[in-house]
């Protein structure tokens, strides 16, 4: 079987990788001159089952009327954005009761839990480096209520697929003594030991060189213009300079996948939502050592602190306003002012470095779940929608769509992951 998956970024080259290894004829191909330039490129670079709960959590919609407007808002709205966010925002909300969000929870969990697991095997297959790291992660509270709230939250997660440590204060500078300087903020904290880090575009390309390696054909700088179909079955993928004809395609072009696959009659909700990356790598000559070992985790601003090497990765925030990469200075900001909070006695030496300041657009299904399998005509699938957990379940999604793209019984329920219940 011939397969034309659409879109180099995390899912999918991790698409394409697994329909190789199964033995399929794959080809790769992305408008861009590489892999990882979407919403791959500078992400917060975390393998987080610990953050599998949408970002729909009941009562969404009152923080989103309350924070508009605000640039320090950990999840911002453009008024701008309202038009074309109207049926995707419906969607939005109605995921939002306590049943459904909790239902989506654990679909993301047990994907991602799948997805950690077939990263150690990937590890074994294609001994690249990507900076991994696989410490876990630590959620940071400096409040008791938000604790107690967070440490509930975990409560209620399949305790055979997430395991959670609660730390008290001087664990919690046991873990990470690099904190010492915030102590008196920090109420406690969540370890999850099971989270992983590193840096998703080194991944990303190595990966699709694995790919390439075993076979996959990579067309770079060709972009997908529409998907033929005829006698109710896909027949080729049309670019601006030749059709490439296929037995089944993947659509997995992130944010932008609605806009191929309403060409074939399919209506997907997934938007775009922008967050954002600074990168501090320390000049050669300074010998300080890095100041954390493992990613922190700011709950309540979507936002980390992740280690990568000798750099320092801080990266989240929300904020709907369309298909727009431009920086923002201010959101940039509130990036900077948690590096400051979290680390005040390094900030200014890590600023004064490289800094290198990134912009993406997650690509955010209406109720937080991804969308994989297949949609439309015959052999089409789309693997797209996968928010901000684009990491955390690629290689999952990637093994998810392949058994799919194969008609063969995957492990986890395909209903769960279905496009067609937005049908
Ligand atoms: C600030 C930020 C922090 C994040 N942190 C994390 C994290 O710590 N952990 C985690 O798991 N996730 C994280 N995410 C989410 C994760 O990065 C995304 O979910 C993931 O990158 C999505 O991958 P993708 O392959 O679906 O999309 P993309 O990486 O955007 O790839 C889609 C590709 O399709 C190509 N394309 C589009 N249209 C066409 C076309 N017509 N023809 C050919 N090619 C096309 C694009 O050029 C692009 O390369 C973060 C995201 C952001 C923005």
């Not at 393998?47 to 949408?54: E, Q, R, V």
């Not at 590890?123 to 604790?147: N, S, W």
């Not at 909700?269 to 954002?276: F, N």
């Amino acid at each position: 079987m011939h397969v034309v998956v659409v879109g180099a970024g995390l899912i999918g080259v991790a698409s394409a990788y697994h329909l190789r290894v199964r033995g399929h004829e794959v080809t790769l191909i992305e408008r861009a001159g590489g892999p990882a330039t979407g919403a791959s490129h500078a992400n917060g670079g975390m393998l987080t089952p610990s953050m599998a709960d949408p970002w729909n959590a009941p009562g969404v919609w009152r923080d989103l009327l309350r924070w508009i407007g605000r640039a320090d808002a950990p999840m911002l709205l453009r008024p701008r954005a309202l038009p074309a966010l109207a049926g995707w925002g419906l969607r939005f909300i109605r995921a939002s009761s306590p049943a459904r969000y909790h239902d989506n929870t654990l679909r993301n969990l047990r994907l991602a839990a799948d997805s950690v697991a077939g990263m150690a095997r990937l590890r074994a297959q294609e001994p690249f480096d990507y900076l991994a790291d696989l410490g876990g992660t630590l959620k940071l509270y400096g409040e008791a209520r938000a604790f107690e709230a967070g440490l509930r939250k975990a409560g209620t997660l399949a305790p055979e697929l997430i395991t959670v440590r609660p730390l008290d204060r001087p664990q919690v500078l046991d873990l990470v003594p690099a904190l010492a300087d915030v102590a008196h903020r920090i109420v406690g904290g969540l370890h999850f030991p099971k989270d992983e880090s590193g840096d998703a575009r080194l991944f990303t390309e190595r990966l699709c060189a694995a790919a390439e390696r075993r076979g996959v054909r990579l067309r770079f700088g060709c972009e997908a213009r529409a998907i033929d179909a005829g006698g109710g079955r896909v027949q080729a993928v049309r670019t601006a300079r030749e059709r490439i004809p296929a037995d089944a395609i993947v659509v997995a072009t992130g944010c932008h996948a609605p806009f191929l696959l309403r060409g074939c009659g399919v209506k997907l909700p997934i938007a775009p939502v922008k967050g954002y990356s600074i990168t501090c790598t320390p000049a050669a000559d300074d010998a300080t050592p890095a100041p954390l070992a493992l990613p922190i985790v700011d709950d309540a601003l979507h936002a980390a602190l992740t280690p990568l090497g000798a750099s320092l990765r801080i990266a989240g925030t929300a904020e709907f306003t369309g298909f727009d990469t431009r920086l923002d200075a201010a959101r940039l900001g509130n990036l900077r002012g948690l590096l400051s909070a979290v680390l005040p006695a390094h900030a200014a030496r890590l600023l004064s470095g490289s800094v290198t300041s990134w912009a993406g657009l997650r690509p955010m299904s209406a109720d937080g779940v991804p969308c994989i399998g297949p949609c439309g005509p015959r052999g089409l699938f789309v693997n797209a929608g996968h928010g901000h957990l684009g990491w955390t379940l690629a290689d999952g999604s990637g093994r998810l769509l392949a058994d799919l793209v194969e008609g063969v019984r995957p492990a986890l329920e395909p209903r769960d992951y279905a496009p067609q219940r937005f049908a």
